[in-house]
Every structure is written in C-alpha cells, then in structure tokens.
C-alpha cells in the first residue's frame, strides 16, 4: 500500500505530511499488538485513533472529511476512555496490569464483583473501534480518506484492533454466558446490517467499508462462539482478510 500511495498520491500537496501520518499510525499499531502491559496498550491504541483522525481529515479544505474524522475521533476515543476505566478495574480485580499474568488468574477475575463492569467496559472499546453495532456507522463515513488510507487503515488494519483485543481478552473475559450471548448477537446483527448494505451499495468504497464491517462482525461472532475451531476460524480469516 505504501508503495502503491507513492504512486497514487503523487503530486498531492502536503504528500509527506501523509507519510509521516501513516507512519505514524504504523508505530502506534505495532506496539498496540506487542504490548502485554494494560496502560502502554491504551496509549498506543489511542495514538491509532489520532492517526486515522489526521489521516481521514488529511484533504482538510473538504467539509465532509473534517466532519467525518471528527466524527471518528469521537466514537473511538469515547470508547478508549471506556476502555481505559475497564482496564483500571482489571487491575483492581488482578492485582497486574500484565495480560500474561491474568491468563493465569481468569477463573478469580470471572468470579470478581466487578466483572460485569469490566466486561462492559471492555466490550465498548473493542465496539467502537471495530465498528460493531451499533456504532458501525463511523466506518463507512470513514471513507472519504485517500484511497490508500483506506486500503490500509479502514479495510484492513485500524478496524481489527478491537476484534484483536477481544481475541487477548477471551481467555481472561471469555467463557461466560454474556461473552457468548453479546459477541455472538453483535457480531451477528453487524453481519447482518453490513451484508445487506453492500448489496446496495454502488460506490467502490462504500462496497469496501460494507464487506469490511460483515468481516469484522463475522471475526467478533467466531470468538463469542469461543470454541478451539471457531478461534482458529477467526485467526485464519483475519489473515485471509489482511490481504484484500
């Protein structure tokens, strides 16, 4: 993609402004998939969401792309927040702010007086940035970024770190009957909405941000089934999915 935006970008004002960006959001996504401490995943997970909000808003002279960036920002900066006060009560459920170290403790964070509003905490910050129902209606509008904003950002890579938080948090959250019952029903009504909004769909990118959130929902049903198999299903699709 970055090669291609060489070539599709050039000649565009401020282009290195958009590289630096993208670059920038790179940075922010790697460390958000190697962190094992709670905090430093929240400040790159927040960083990825002021990224996409410079990079939809690059052509800053477009109403529709300042409105939509904002718009963007504060869907999935809420939930970050959201996010934030779900990852302080795991801690005061934990005692750690270390994933690794809570895998080995799930039964006692599950049994915790504060698992409810963990659980809910949690789910709102992996919604919102993965565009589930019902807060999907940012992604679309998402793109009127450049195209390889979108090819990279919001088809592909931005859009899975929620899917990607809940896939660390199911052997710490998972398990449960309101996992199963809210993944599987969110999940599915996102699939559901998203199907039927392609097919109507004319406009290329639209098609695009419409096959990617009945992706996101199939990817968020599989993990609230929660199985060995549907697990295995989920990653091998996220893969297969990193290459449209």
């Not at 060489?6 to 630096?20: C, D, I, K, W």
């Not at 504060?74 to 009560?89: E, K, P, Q």
């Not at 599915?188 to 098609?207: C, E, F, N, P, V």
Request: with cysteine; net charge neutral.
């Amino acid at each position: 993609i970055l090669l291609y935006a060489t070539s599709y970008m050039h000649g565009t004002p401020l282009v290195n402004r958009l590289y630096g960006y993208l670059y920038g959001f790179m940075f922010a996504m790697t460390g958000l998939v190697l962190a094992d401490h709670l905090l430093l995943l929240f400040i790159f997970w927040e960083l990825t969401s002021i990224t996409s909000y410079l990079l939809i808003g690059f052509n800053c002279k477009s109403e529709s792309a300042r409105k939509n960036a904002l718009q963007a920002l504060l869907v999935t900066g809420l939930g970050g927040m959201a996010l934030l006060a779900g990852f302080i009560l795991l801690n005061l459920a934990s005692g750690t702010w270390l994933l690794s170290e809570m895998v080995k403790d799930a039964g006692s964070i599950q049994s915790h007086a504060m698992y409810p509003a963990i659980f809910i905490l949690v789910l709102l910050g992996a919604f919102t940035k993965s565009a589930q129902f019902p807060f999907h209606f940012w992604l679309p509008n998402a793109m009127v970024a450049p195209t390889p904003i979108s090819a990279y950002l919001h088809s592909a890579t931005m859009v899975k770190a929620g899917v990607y938080l809940l896939a660390v948090m199911l052997p710490v959250l998972g398990g449960t009957l309101a996992w199963h019952i809210t993944l599987c029903s969110i999940g599915g009504i996102t699939l559901l909405i998203a199907g039927l909004s392609g097919l109507q769909q004319s406009d290329l990118k639209r098609i695009l941000a419409a096959t990617t959130l009945a992706v996101l929902g199939l990817l968020v049903l599989l993990l609230g089934i929660g199985t060995e198999e549907a697990v295995l299903a989920a990653m091998l699709f996220l893969l297969g999915h990193a290459l449209y």
